[in-house]
Every structure is written in structure tokens, then in C-alpha cells.
């Protein structure tokens, strides 16, 4: 079969499969402004998932605090930026973000419907632990990118600054391993599997 023959069926192939990545949900919390790397990480004592979930809902739950009050304070903005006869692209950035702002709150409130939705049925848990398991890889990252910044420090600093940046990065790497093992946890392993 010549290469050329091939191509259809590659093609079919690489539109299902992006098909399906397509129908899969977006994740509705990024790190960033509204949703911070959560200041804590209580592990131990319980199943891997259930700390976990326990993070993650307190996370999930600050970061729509956070969008609520960024969409109140731009309400406000917009209302005296018309208010003022301000210029029409100032207004016009001003309802952007309100809308976005919108979106991601409606995004994050059905992110916590699913997180807190422990009765649904197998494709949902399946879901929900797709969502879970993005939002932990992301902390894991960032606690990857900030050892690695803080093992640089080290390296460049002198004394009991390099002491200190040398501890931070050993922290920062023993969370990242504790969360790593919590993430591999049987718990969360056979989560979804058998409902």
C-alpha cells in the first residue's frame, strides 16, 4: 500500500482523535491572579483523594471569591467610566473583562458542581477526576518552578541568603513529592474504576 493510500485513514484518525479532545471540558481554574497556588497542603491522615479534594475545594471556592470581587470592583468601574463619558475603548475593555469575568465564574461554578458530585455515575467520575487530576499537576508544577527558581538562588546568592534559598527549595521539593505520592494514591488510582 503506497503512503498515499494511507493518508484518508491517518486523517480519519487524527480528526477522532482530536474530536475527542475537543468534546472533553476545559479546565475552568488556571492558576494565576484569581486562583493562587493554594497557601497550605494539609496531607496525611486520609486517603490521598480525600485530602486532596479537600485542597482543591477550598482552592476552587477562594478563587470564585476572588472572581466575584474582580467582577463587583469592575461593575463599579464600568458605571463611572460611563458615568464619566469616558472613551468608548475604555468602556469597551471594561465590558470585556466583565463578560470574561462572567464566563469564568459560570466555568468555576460548574467545576465545583462536578468536583462535589461524589453520586454520579462512572463517565462523570471520570471527569471529575480528569478535572482533579489537571488542577494537582498544576500546583506540582508551580511548586516545581519555584524549587527550581529557589535552588538558583541559592546558587547565586552567599551565606545565610544561599542557607535560606537552599532550605526553600528543599521544602518545595519534599511538597512536591508528598503531593506526587498523595496524586498516586490507591485511593485516587481506582477512583472512577468501578462505578
Known amino acids: 500500500m503506497s503512503s498515499w493510500n494511507r493518508l484518508p485513514a491517518l486523517s480519519l484518525s487524527a480528526v477522532l482523535l482530536l ?6 471540558p476545559a479546565q475552568a481554574a488556571k492558576l494565576g491572579p484569581y486562583f493562587p497556588l493554594p497557601n497550605n497542603f494539609p496531607l496525611g491522615g486520609n486517603s490521598g483523594r480525600d485530602d486532596l479534594l479537600k485542597i482543591q475545594a477550598r482552592w476552587l471556592e477562594n478563587g470564585l471569591e476572588n472572581l466575584e470581587k474582580a467582577k463587583k470592583e469592575t461593575t463599579a468601574a464600568l458605571d463611572k467610566a460611563k458615568g464619566e463619558n469616558a472613551k468608548p475603548e475604555q468602556i469597551a475593555a471594561l465590558e470585556q473583562k466583565q463578560t470574561s469575568l462572567d464566563s469564568d465564574i459560570e466555568a468555576t461554578k460548574k467545576e ?4 462535589n458530585d461524589d453520586m454520579a455515575p462512572k463517565e462523570q467520575q471520570a471527569d471529575r477526576k ?8 498544576q500546583w506540582i508544577q508551580e511548586i516545581g518552578r519555584q524549587a527550581t527558581q529557589a535552588l538558583k538562588d541559592s546558587i547565586l546568592k552567599d551565606g545565610a541568603e544561599a542557607e535560606i534559598a537552599q532550605n526553600r527549595h528543599d521544602q518545595l ?4 513529592d508528598r ?3 498523595a496524586k498516586r494514591d490507591q485511593s485516587v488510582e481506582n477512583w472512577g474504576v468501578t462505578r
Open 19 to 24: 474530536g475527542a479532545f475537543a468534546a472533553a
Open 112 to 115: 465545583i458542581a462536578l468536583e
Open 130 to 137: 480528569r478535572q482533579f487530576l489537571l488542577n494537582v499537576n
Open 173 to 176: 521539593e519534599n511538597l512536591a
Open 179 to 181: 503531593l506526587e505520592r
